[in-house]
């Protein structure tokens, strides 16, 4: 057996006194408490170890040394005390939260894995779909996911988690639009799950989940017309993050104050309705919330008050997701391949672990379009605290930095041939179509160096790179092959969360999506930042909303100095923009990639 193996908690009995013994792992060293059932207070033991089986410690206020072999869930053996020898057996007790699925044939446990009293804890929900192969044994015969719990474990958090099988309500199948109800499935046991903890630090979606979004609706007068105008709508996961809030997926969400004589609609149309209203699309109908830009509505919350202007995000949620980017691409389209998505997965697992294995430089890049690019001395000297000036890299649209410097779409594709430990880019991507060339002099020109042409891993079937002048979007869908297979990045701020999921149009020119698209065949933004994710070698992408005010990162800066996860930083980024003042964008985050990961190890 593991030293992983045994740490938990166990119920025992030692010379006919029942006890409970904790085990838990911090970096190399076993530690351990036992509380026996007749004493009042609980004892840290000393001397532990596990070897070939045998664990030993000694209780060292009154001189008992346990030994026993532990055999699976059980052990038996004996404890010293005054030169008398005394019998002990005891049994793994499993964890009360790997038993909340018993309702939900869908949702199964997989792995738990205990740490210390008071350890953070993180729920990992792996898609059913895919979860056989990642436990399956690699050449050391340890998975992917178990490698990956190990780590984890090692860094001192408890692990609870489950697969759970997402289908379509409607037809069963998988690889599907996925429709309201099913993300209220995956919204239940989240909230299940976070009250029978009463601690939880984040969620972790490793596959392909549901998400849901959220409408920011504003009131325009023309004439004597009151119009009802869409600001923006876009995908975040503060509504799953959120288990004091109860969520409606009605086409008009019953989000306004009595007597109200005014009616909100999700948006699935990008066309208006003549009075400015928008469509009414019910079959498209997806769970999300409104939030209005004067701040007049708000959603219903159990902890509704006046200084939240919406959700209240009590964790962070982050997803590990490669169906957006396993595809074979030809002229006719995305061809998926769900063994192309494993292997990125494999890939991502792969490099996360040697990010936690492996000690680097910390280092900085800074890329800002026009619109942003005022910002970057600010945004740099924010960084101050936790890398050195000189390991900055700025490009941005600035008359102020050398031509060197411009945000260009050639400096653009070097940086992913460098290894930063944190970028931060700052530009307009709805439909991939980021702009360049806004300094005179400079030109939308592809690096002499890129390749001319791209074959998709596992695949023989190539498509030319269109080279010289071109637009930026097709070289996206091509996964920037001239990255560094080293770049290990956390990406900040980057594409626009807009315009993600539940758009009106089919697949027309690679430009737009319907909610009938398959998730896995939606190009936008989303599909831009899981590539950053897969395709670049990254490690964690904070994809948010740059159409109004960039959001305030000084809480990830924060967490980076500290040496705190990306999530920790995260959280308290959406806990700073959930205010009544912060309009009218608040919410503008999602997260790709594993928020655990620290900014440095």
């Given at each position: 057996m593991t030293l992983n193996e045994i740490l938990g908690m166990w119920r025992i009995v030692a010379n006919e006194n029942p006890a409970s013994l904790h085990l838990w792992q911090a970096g190399n060293n076993l530690n351990g408490q036992i509380k026996f059932d007749d004493l009042s207070n609980t004892e840290n033991l000393s001397s532990l170890s596990f070897i070939n089986d045998e664990l030993r410690f000694t209780r060292s206020g009154i001189d008992q040394q346990y030994s026993a072999k532990v055999r699976g869930d059980d052990l038996r053996?004996?404890?010293?005390?005054?030169?008398?020898?005394?019998?002990?057996?005891?049994?793994?007790?499993?964890?009360?939260l790997l038993e909340l699925s018993f309702d939900n044939p869908r949702i199964l446990p997989i792995d738990y894995r205990a740490s210390s009293p008071g350890a953070q804890r993180v729920l990992v929900i792996v898609e059913e779909r895919i979860s056989g192969a990642l436990l399956s044994s690699l050449s050391d015969g340890i998975s992917i996911l178990t490698r990956f719990f190990d780590d984890l474990q090692n860094e001192g958090w408890e692990v609870v988690a489950y697969s759970l099988d997402?289908?379509?309500?409607?037809?069963?199948?998988?690889?599907?639009?996925?429709?309201?109800?099913?993300?209220?499935?995956?919204?239940?046991?989240?909230?299940?799950f976070y009250h029978a903890a009463q601690t939880l630090g984040g969620v972790l979606l490793v596959g392909d989940f549901p998400t849901a979004g959220i409408v920011n609706l504003e009131d325009r007068q023309v004439g004597q017309i009151l119009e009802q105008h869409e600001l923006d709508?876009?995908?975040?996961?503060?509504?799953?993050?959120?288990?004091?809030?109860?969520?409606?997926?009605?086409?008009?969400?019953?989000t306004f104050p009595p007597g109200s004589n005014l009616g909100g609609r999700l948006p699935f149309d990008d066309s208006r309705h003549p009075n400015g209203s928008l469509y009414n699309r019910n079959q498209w109908s997806a769970p999300g919330?409104?939030?209005?830009?004067?701040?007049?509505?708000?959603?219903?919350?159990?902890?509704?008050?006046?200084?939240?202007?919406?959700?209240?995000?009590?964790?962070?949620?982050g997803r590990i997701t490669a169906s957006q980017s396993a595809w074979r691409t030809g002229q006719s389209g995305l061809e998926y391949s769900e063994q192309e998505e494993l292997r990125l997965l494999v890939d991502y697992f792969n490099r996360n672990h040697e990010h936690r294995t492996t000690s680097r430089q910390r280092r900085g890049y800074i890329f800002l379009d026009l619109d942003f690019a005022g910002g970057w001395e600010s945004e740099s000297n924010k960084w101050t605290n936790s890398v050195t000036q000189s390991s900055i890299v700025v490009n941005a649209d600035s008359n102020s930095l050398p031509a060197t410097q411009w945000a260009t779409i050639e400096n653009y594709f070097n940086s992913f041939s460098e290894e930063h430990l944190v970028c931060y880019y700052m530009m307009h991507s709805d439909f991939l179509n980021h702009y360049f060339a806004a300094q005179p002099g400079s030109t939308e020109v592809v690096p002499a160096a890129f390749p001319q042409s791209f074959t998709s891993p596992g695949s023989v079937f190539s498509v030319s790179v269109p080279g010289g002048q071109t637009s930026v979007k097709a070289l996206h869908h091509f996964a920037l092959p001239n990255r560094?297979?080293?770049?290990?990045?956390y990406l900040l701020g980057g594409c626009d969360v807009g315009d993600i999921i539940h758009r009106p149009q089919y697949l027309a020119a690679g430009e737009r999506i319907s909610p009938a698209t398959p998730l896995h065949r939606q190009y936008g933004a989303q599909n831009l930042a899981v590539t950053y994710l897969m395709r670049c070698n990254g490690l964690a992408v904070l994809a948010h909303n740059v159409t109004s005010i960039p959001a305030d990162y000084t809480p990830v800066y924060e967490a980076w100095q500290q040496g705190q996860?990306?999530?920790?930083?995260?959280?308290?980024?959406?806990?700073?923009e959930n205010v009544a003042g912060q309009i009218p964008h608040p919410y503008r985050n999602i997260v790709f990639g594993d928020p655990t990961l620290k900014l440095s190890y």
């Amino acid at each position: 057996m593991t030293l992983n193996e045994i740490l938990g908690m166990w119920r025992i009995v030692a010379n006919e006194n029942p006890a409970s013994l904790h085990l838990w792992q911090a970096g190399n060293n076993l530690n351990g408490q036992i509380k026996f059932d007749d004493l009042s207070n609980t004892e840290n033991l000393s001397s532990l170890s596990f070897i070939n089986d045998e664990l030993r410690f000694t209780r060292s206020g009154i001189d008992q040394q346990y030994s026993a072999k532990v055999r699976g869930d059980d052990l038996r053996g004996t404890f010293l005390q005054a030169g008398s020898s005394y019998t002990w057996f005891g049994r793994r007790m499993p964890s009360p939260l790997l038993e909340l699925s018993f309702d939900n044939p869908r949702i199964l446990p997989i792995d738990y894995r205990a740490s210390s009293p008071g350890a953070q804890r993180v729920l990992v929900i792996v898609e059913e779909r895919i979860s056989g192969a990642l436990l399956s044994s690699l050449s050391d015969g340890i998975s992917i996911l178990t490698r990956f719990f190990d780590d984890l474990q090692n860094e001192g958090w408890e692990v609870v988690a489950y697969s759970l099988d997402v289908r379509s309500h409607e037809t069963r199948e998988r690889y599907h639009r996925h429709l309201p109800d099913e993300f209220l499935d995956l919204y239940r046991f989240v909230k299940k799950f976070y009250h029978a903890a009463q601690t939880l630090g984040g969620v972790l979606l490793v596959g392909d989940f549901p998400t849901a979004g959220i409408v920011n609706l504003e009131d325009r007068q023309v004439g004597q017309i009151l119009e009802q105008h869409e600001l923006d709508y876009f995908s975040v996961d503060a509504v799953l993050a959120d288990p004091h809030g109860y969520w409606e997926w009605m086409a008009t969400a019953p989000t306004f104050p009595p007597g109200s004589n005014l009616g909100g609609r999700l948006p699935f149309d990008d066309s208006r309705h003549p009075n400015g209203s928008l469509y009414n699309r019910n079959q498209w109908s997806a769970p999300g919330f409104i939030t209005h830009a004067l701040a007049q509505w708000q959603v219903h919350h159990a902890e509704r008050t006046n200084q939240k202007h919406a959700a209240d995000s009590k964790f962070w949620v982050g997803r590990i997701t490669a169906s957006q980017s396993a595809w074979r691409t030809g002229q006719s389209g995305l061809e998926y391949s769900e063994q192309e998505e494993l292997r990125l997965l494999v890939d991502y697992f792969n490099r996360n672990h040697e990010h936690r294995t492996t000690s680097r430089q910390r280092r900085g890049y800074i890329f800002l379009d026009l619109d942003f690019a005022g910002g970057w001395e600010s945004e740099s000297n924010k960084w101050t605290n936790s890398v050195t000036q000189s390991s900055i890299v700025v490009n941005a649209d600035s008359n102020s930095l050398p031509a060197t410097q411009w945000a260009t779409i050639e400096n653009y594709f070097n940086s992913f041939s460098e290894e930063h430990l944190v970028c931060y880019y700052m530009m307009h991507s709805d439909f991939l179509n980021h702009y360049f060339a806004a300094q005179p002099g400079s030109t939308e020109v592809v690096p002499a160096a890129f390749p001319q042409s791209f074959t998709s891993p596992g695949s023989v079937f190539s498509v030319s790179v269109p080279g010289g002048q071109t637009s930026v979007k097709a070289l996206h869908h091509f996964a920037l092959p001239n990255r560094s297979p080293y770049s290990r990045f956390y990406l900040l701020g980057g594409c626009d969360v807009g315009d993600i999921i539940h758009r009106p149009q089919y697949l027309a020119a690679g430009e737009r999506i319907s909610p009938a698209t398959p998730l896995h065949r939606q190009y936008g933004a989303q599909n831009l930042a899981v590539t950053y994710l897969m395709r670049c070698n990254g490690l964690a992408v904070l994809a948010h909303n740059v159409t109004s005010i960039p959001a305030d990162y000084t809480p990830v800066y924060e967490a980076w100095q500290q040496g705190q996860c990306l999530g920790d930083g995260i959280l308290q980024l959406m806990r700073n923009e959930n205010v009544a003042g912060q309009i009218p964008h608040p919410y503008r985050n999602i997260v790709f990639g594993d928020p655990t990961l620290k900014l440095s190890y």
